[in-house]
């Protein structure tokens, strides 16, 4: 990634307490070239992701077809996932998006927007939104 995606994520996952801290966890996404097997590449790269979350975990897929929330909603849902007391996971895919063993793993699919958005700048975006939601649960000024 480059280094403005870097140093925008660092910035915002460190603005969280610890209570609701950001682990970014990147898998590799497998190589694509022409010719690959790209149905394959996504089944190996989602059995990858689905071996990275912990069992009791939450799993939130993010899919350009899931629910748009509010800011407000997401400060709801945060709310609910912070007095859950399990660890959430927040799935991302590779560029042909997660695997259907992510999304029947997941309990619910979020879409941060109908656009579709370059990797780099979800990892900001979805750090960026945790904080202000997390701002608004808070009173935290951030969110006005």
Request: proline residues 6%.
């Amino acid at each position: 990634m480059p280094a403005w995606v870097e140093e925008a994520y660092k910035d915002y996952a460190s603005r969280l307490p610890k209570e609701c801290s950001l682990n970014l966890l990147e898998i590799n996404p497998g190589k694509r070239y022409k010719g690959a097997d790209i149905d394959r590449i996504g089944m190996e790269e989602g059995e990858r992701i689905l071996a990275a979350i912990p069992k009791s975990c939450q799993v939130i897929a993010l899919d350009v077809g899931g629910k748009a929330w509010s800011t407000e909603q997401l400060a709801g849902q945060l709310e609910n996932w912070m007095q859950s007391g399990q660890d959430v996971a927040l799935l991302v895919g590779g560029p042909e998006g997660l695997s259907d063993a992510c999304y029947k793993r997941a309990g619910q699919r979020w879409s941060l927007s109908p656009l579709t958005l370059p990797h780099p700048m979800v990892r900001v975006i979805l750090a960026e939104q945790m904080f202000r939601a997390w701002s608004i649960i808070a009173r935290h000024p951030y969110h006005r």
